[in-house]
């Protein structure tokens, strides 16, 4: 049989990733394999996003470009998959005539249903239905044979949060946990793979399981923390408001648990908070920044901030930088309001100009900066370690080809910064070392990374969090 091939464009988030490697797996079941290039496939997929007006834009500027392609290969299978499928449905086959499929979030399951019936009769399908009380899928890891050191485990689905400006509740639907004894077996199955990190993800991590008598998040978290063979464990996000007083000790308690929380602030105005429908003050935030590190002195912080939202104005904008100084995150994802046409923001009135928008976010981002690269110089001199990964991004497009002693390896630190480094060992050795904890001797920081030599590449024993020593 000549082999078929599948080609799969992720725009957006992690989950989005997740959901990706999900619909390969689905679609090896018919015998697809993934294609190195999308001139190799046979089904294109592309899995989208639309919490921002920008990522709708790609996936609709990169379906322009499928739909040339197609014109001179007439058996290829075009499919839109994710937020911006769930959220135009059937007017994306009306915009695009090249598009075969259109399937929602809660579709993956039945997608090789949905190819197969394309592959014999050339039909054009959109599912997009939607589940009021979804189960999510069980994962179909073991079908995998690739060994990666790190993945993603999505354990919720959807959001019932509301905030204002958000419009992941009408694409992903109602919150829905997944089960612990799904979650277990997939993680297992990854650790035999040769997973050594894996980074649990939900909307709102903090609830999950409460409206299905499941167990808690860290009663989840106690559970993975004692799976053999896993050396760290991640998780995005968790909401301020539900971040409570029966997580924030597993961040000293479990060996395993990374010593690093994402927590979206998203302005420091109570005033725009209350827009926002975040349910906390500025206050509260800071409060459970103060707690956070109380317990647990080592641990990263960093956020996500909106900057624009409608009737946000100088003094709110100044209230944001104000408690940016005062946290002093670690790293910080800021946007720019975008409207989002089901997402209730969209009708309040006091829309900020774009050079405005700009201009703020220009301003946010230059602060920010400066303690992102302090607290990265603040490690010079310091032994982290670090979870190998590979080679770095920089060695493998400079010289994929050449194994030799200058090689850049790359890795995180349990505070999830990005390591670049380099080894004494012969490059077989260093291979053998990847999905181990290597101690590097850090010798500078950047704004996005560090970089430094491994000194010590025994596998340490406990320690596993991760500072060794801080730098003088
Ligand atoms: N569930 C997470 C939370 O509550 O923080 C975040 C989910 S959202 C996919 C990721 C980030 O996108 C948000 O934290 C927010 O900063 C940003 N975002 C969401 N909607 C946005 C909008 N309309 N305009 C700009 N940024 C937005
Ligand atoms: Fe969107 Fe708010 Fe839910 Fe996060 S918590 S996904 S920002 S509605």
């Known amino acids: 049989m000549n082999s078929k091939y599948i080609y799969l464009h992720t725009i957006g988030c992690q989950m989005n990733v997740y959901d990706s490697e999900q619909i390969a797996m689905r679609l090896a079941t018919l015998g697809y394999e993934q294609a190195s290039s999308m001139a190799q496939a046979d089904v294109i997929i592309v899995n989208t996003c639309t919490v921002r007006a920008k990522a709708e834009q790609k996936a609709f500027s990169l379906l322009g470009r499928l739909a040339k392609m197609k014109r001179n290969k007439k058996r290829l299978i075009i499919g839109v998959g994710g937020c911006v499928a769930q959220q135009e449905g059937e007017k994306i086959l009306d915009r695009m005539p090249a598009v075969d499929l259109v399937f929602g979030t809660q579709a993956i399951d039945r997608l090789p249903r949905l190819i197969q019936q394309i592959e014999t009769r050339r039909c054009r399908i ?55 004894e799904s979650i277990m ?11 050594r990190e894996i980074t649990l993800l939900g909307q709102n991590v903090n609830s999950y399981g409460k409206n299905q008598n499941l167990c808690t998040f860290p009663e989840l978290l106690c559970m993975i923390n004692e799976v053999e063979g896993l050396l760290r464990i ?7 408001k539900d971040l409570g007083s029966d997580l924030i000790p597993a961040f000293r308690d479990l060996d395993k648990l990374c010593p690093h929380i994402h927590l979206p602030v998203q302005s420091g105005s109570n005033r ?15 409060d459970k920044v103060m707690k956070l590190r ?16 409608p009737g946000e104005s100088k003094a709110d904008f100044e209230q944001t930088l104000e408690l940016v100084k005062t ?5 910080l994802f800021a ?31 230059e602060l920010q900066e ?31 080809a050449e194994i030799g002693p200058d090689l850049q390896w790359t890795g995180r630190t349990s505070t999830n910064k990005i390591v670049n480094f380099h080894m004494d060992e012969s490059a077989a050795d260093c291979e053998n070392l990847i999905g181990k904890l290597v101690g590097v001797r850090i010798d500078k920081g950047f704004s996005h990374s560090l970089f430094g030599r491994a000194i010590n590449v025994e596998p340490s024993a406990g320690g596993l969090k991760g500072v060794e020593n801080y730098a003088a």
């Open 335 to 365: 946007f720019q309001y975008s409207d989002r046409p089901q997402a209730p923001s969209v009708k309040l009135p006091d829309k900020l100009s774009e050079p405005i928008i700009r201009k703020r976010l220009q301003i946010l981002l």
């Open 272 to 286: 725009v908070l209350k827009r926002m429908n975040r349910q906390y003050t500025r206050e509260q935030y800071l």
């Open 294 to 309: 109380d317990t647990c002195p080592q641990i990263a912080i960093t956020s996500d901030i909106i900057v624009g939202f």
């Open 185 to 195: 077996r997939e993680i297992h199955s990854l650790v035999k793979t040769g997973v």
């Open 126 to 180: 959109v599912d997009v239905d939607m589940d009021a009380a979804p189960e999510i899928p069980e994962s179909l890891v073991e079908s995998r044979n690739e060994s990666q050191v790190s993945k993603f485990v999505t354990i919720m689905r959807g959001c019932d949060n509301h905030c204002t400006y958000c419009v992941v509740p009408f694409v992903r639907g109602r919150e829905t946990s997944r089960k612990p």
């Open 370 to 400: 400066k303690f992102t690269r302090r607290k990265n110089v603040a490690l010079v001199g310091s032994t982290q370690l670090v979870l190998m990964d590979g080679l770095s991004k920089k060695q493998v497009s400079d010289a994929p």
């Open 234 to 240: 991640r998780f995005t996000t968790s909401h301020p």
């Open 327 to 331: 946290v002093e995150f670690d790293g």
